[in-house]
């Protein structure tokens, strides 16, 4: 290791706690895959987890899995596997990357948690609010294993989260949901009230089958529990993220998008509250004794997008990536309303990757101001256009609304045949000059 430099980032001792945490949380999957009187549900990224939870669902994340198969570098090799049985090179690598692992049988999950393999499902359940990709990837399971597939159609690009657009998808719903079919029939007006009223019966329309598939009843006061503990764990991890405001920051996005496991994977669940408790403490003790993530923290940029890399090279350059899109698309705040129901229909509608570009461009600005940032960072990612903010000119209207320099990255989330580090790299270094010679700040 003759090159090896001395990091200036500042490592988090709360990691212990979060991998124990993730190990608990996949060997009990495991188990459970093993268990014929246990039920497992594999569930899109923001789809109903609070819901399948209320059931006793285990709930296994697919998408998870694409993210470690590409961090363990084995994307690259399966990826030709789900090419080779028709899923295209442009569709989503997490898709065809978890596909690929299915169809070769190879999983990072063996080594990394010592678990016999991917849970096999009872129940497949997607939400479109994030991209279509998602239900063509489990439509494969639901052929491969024979179990039943049900979700949410929600619409794309919207703007202000309307009536309207819970009505709209209530309409959709009709055709595939019979007990909708009576509520839509109803007049729908603006009342925020009967929107809730509907979006509840749009939720509701999942729960014969998930308890046909349980075994168990519809508990109201369950879901309550669940969804009341994701609210908890949402404000917990929202304040995570609203510390890096701080400067210097005592987190950067790179750390985010591992202490983000939680969130993602346990909401609901009172053990990531208990964990982002002690991450909180950690980090308030670091703002109470001036530490920053990044030594020397002298430019603070926000990061449009997946790819997680190069967390090295910033902080060398003073840099510190305060805040992202990424880490706070798991934010829920609707899940604070009182019906548990209108609380996860609204909260996983109004997420930024459902939103128009209108909306987008007030968001970024909020953050830039929030968060003190001095350049930005887009990645294109070539197979996931729904994580890529910058195809119709948000980086150039952000750009001249702010006078904000940005640069354009061009990469993928797991198919590295896609990107150029070098390429990157340059790009990078040619932002943070670019900041050095207008004289800003420091
Ligand atoms: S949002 Fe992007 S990365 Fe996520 S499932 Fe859809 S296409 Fe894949």
Redesign the pocket.
């Known amino acids: 290791m003759a090159e090896e430099q001395v990091s200036r980032i500042k490592k988090i001792n709360a990691t212990g706690a979060m991998k124990a945490l993730m190990t608990e949380y996949f060997q009990e999957l495991d188990r459970a895959g093993q268990d014929p009187g246990a039920k497992v549900a594999w569930c899109t990224?923001v789809g109903p987890a609070e819901l399948l939870r209320s059931f006793g669902f285990y709930v296994y994340f697919p998408?998870n899995h694409?993210a470690m198969l590409g961090s363990s570098r084995l994307a690259g090799d399966l990826i030709p596997a789900a090419n080779a049985a028709g899923y295209s090179p442009d569709i989503?690598s997490?898709?065809t990357s978890d596909i690929g692992s299915y169809l070769s049988r190879r999983t990072p999950l063996t080594p990394a948690f010592g678990m016999a393999g991917v849970p096999r499902p009872d129940l497949l359940v997607f939400n479109t609010n994030?991209?279509r990709?998602?239900k063509d990837?489990f439509g494969f399971y639901e052929r491969e294993f024979g179990v039943p597939m049900v979700g949410i159609d929600t619409m794309r690009s919207i703007e202000t989260v309307t009536a309207n657009h819970l009505e709209g998808l209530i309409a959709q719903h009709k055709a595939l949901i019979p007990t909708l079919e009576a509520v839509s029939g109803r007049k729908f007006d603006l009342d925020r009230l009967k929107a809730v009223v509907a979006s509840s019966y749009r939720w509701g329309a999942l729960i014969p089958t998930l308890e046909a598939v349980s075994g168990r009843k519809f508990d109201l006061d369950r879901l309550k529990a669940v969804v009341a503990s994701s609210y908890r764990c949402t404000r917990l991890w929202k304040k995570v993220l609203r510390l890096a405001e701080r400067r210097p920051s005592p987190i950067t996005f790179f750390d985010g998008t591992i202490h983000m496991g939680p969130a993602v994977v346990l909401r609901g669940d009172p053990r990531a509250e208990t964990y982002y408790e002690t991450l909180i403490a950690e980090l308030e003790a670091r703002i109470a004794a001036g530490e920053g993530a990044v030594a020397g923290e002298t430019y603070r940029f926000y990061w449009d997008g997946?790819m997680r890399e190069h967390a090295e090279l910033f902080a060398g350059h003073g840099v510190c990536v305060t805040a992202s899109t990424y880490c706070n698309s798991w934010i829920f705040e609707a899940l604070g309303d009182a019906d548990p129901f209108a609380g996860m229909a609204r909260a996983y509608t109004e997420l930024f990757?459902v939103r128009g570009e209108k909306y987008k461009l007030d968001y970024l600005e909020r953050m830039v101001r929030d968060y003190g940032i001095d350049g930005v960072v887009y990645h294109d990612?070539k197979?996931?256009p729904?994580?890529s903010n910058n195809r119709y000119g948000l980086p150039e209207r952000l750009a001249a609304k702010l006078g904000l320099p940005y640069v354009v990255i061009n990469g993928d989330?797991n198919d590295l045949r896609l990107y150029s580090e070098e390429q990157a790299r340059t790009q990078f270094e040619a932002l943070v000059e670019q900041l050095r010679e207008a004289g800003q700040p420091s």
């Open positions: 990224s998408e694409g989503c997490y898709l994030q991209c990709d998602v990837w997946k990757i990612a197979t996931c729904n994580n989330l």
